[in-house]
Structures are given as C-alpha cells and as structure tokens.
C-alpha cells in the first residue's frame, strides 16, 4: 500500500505564496507521473499542473506563470510552489501519483488526502 501525506496549505492574503509539498510512502518500487489537483466549492476538480518521471511539466492556463509544480525522486516527494496567489486559488488541493511496487505490475494510481488554501481579498 501507498500512503500520501500532504502539507503547507493554509491562509493567505492575495498576492502571497504558499509552498504546497506531498510526500509517498510505502511500497514503492517506481512513480511515473505526479499531478496536483484542486477542487473549489461547488466546482469540479480540475487539473493544476503534472510532471512527468523525466521532468516535463504541464500547467492549467489559470496558473501559469504563477505556480511552479516540481519532484524530489529521492525522497518520493511532489511540491508545488504557489505564487502571486488569487481568491479564485482558494480550494482543496489533492496530489496524486501513478505507482506500481514492482517491475511485474501496473502502475496504481494514488490520492492524497487534500490540504485546504484559503486565498483572501
């Protein structure tokens, strides 16, 4: 089993930065792509950026050039930095990752359990 522990999210006034930081744990032989997500009330849940096992980065047009979505491998970790922050950021965040524990299997794919941003006018 694969467990994600989230961090960082909180209050902050608009125009300020949170770092956001999710980290795996458990049985873990490789992880392919790592993603954070966020769903605001009433709103579905939408895609903020991905980063991929060799880098590359994908971004929502609303955040881009904003957030900054990154991986430490060695320590299974995904963060997301959060810049010049806007009301409209206010939402639960969820990261999520594609993880298989050995060679011989399918990748699974894995929740966090969200961590709450609150953007203030």
């Known amino acids: 089993q694969v467990q994600l522990v989230e961090s960082g999210g909180g209050l902050v006034q608009a125009g300020g930065s949170l770092r956001l930081s999710c980290a795996a744990s458990?049985?873990?032989?490789?992880?392919?792509?790592m993603a954070w997500y966020r769903q605001a009330p009433g709103k579905q849940r939408e895609l903020v950026a991905t980063i991929t096992s060799g880098g590359n980065t994908n971004y929502a047009d609303s955040v881009k050039g904003r957030f900054t979505i990154s991986r430490d491998n060695a320590k299974n970790t995904v963060y997301l930095q959060m810049n010049s922050l806007k009301p409209e950021d206010t939402a639960v965040y969820y990261c999520y990752l594609e993880t298989r524990a050995t060679i011989l299997v399918t990748y699974l794919e894995v929740w966090g359990q969200g961590t709450l941003v609150t953007v203030s006018s």
């Open positions: 458990g049985s873990i032989f490789s992880i392919n792509a």
